[in-house]
């Protein structure tokens, strides 16, 4: 269920929000093979009305499964924006979308989530990479095992003239 508040419910008083939204509903269309969400937001907000916008203030979390970009190994990361905020007017030209008296918090949520995901996940700061073992193996295939010449479509690219 998308987070959505009903505007007649902040005339009087401000809202609390506080749940979790399965990742599905937060719809991140993620198509990368080293960040997954697998797991649901966790959201805990404040909404209140000033005279023709919302302000929501809170905090938001999000755990990430990553692989590291440098030695491959898998990890947990804790996506967290707090304090988040965000102002939403209800009239003019970039109004938020009113429906039945509610307004769906969601499209804003899953914005500032998508902004705050990390580029290129580390498991650890210092990370030294992959071990060297692993490193230079390439170098190794080059050669022909058995004669310890230089594979076939080298030896003919070294006849071109160029």
Not at 63 to 72: A, D, I, N, S, T
Not at 121 to 130: I, S, T, V
Not at 134 to 158: C, H, I, N, R
């Amino acid at each position: 269920m998308p987070i959505i508040i009903n505007l007649r419910h902040l005339e009087e008083h401000s809202v609390h929000l506080e749940g979790q939204l399965p990742v599905e509903e937060l719809d991140l269309g993620l198509r990368d093979e080293i960040i997954r969400a697998e797991k649901p937001l966790e959201y805990d907000l404040d909404v209140e009305k000033l005279e023709e916008a919302l302000l929501v203030q809170g905090r938001l979390r999000l755990p990430l499964q990553c692989e590291c970009v440098r030695c491959l190994k898998q990890f947990e990361l804790m996506l967290e924006i707090q304090p988040w905020t965000t102002h939403l007017p209800l009239a003019g030209e970039d109004s938020a979308a009113i429906l039945n008296d509610s307004v769906d918090l969601t499209p804003y949520v899953r914005e500032d989530i998508l902004l705050e995901f990390p580029q290129h996940p580390l498991c650890d700061a210092n990370c030294g990479g992959l071990p060297k073992a692993y490193v230079g193996k390439e170098k190794k295939a080059a050669t022909a095992p058995e004669t310890g010449q230089k594979m076939a479509a080298w030896s003919e690219l070294d006849k071109l003239k160029l």
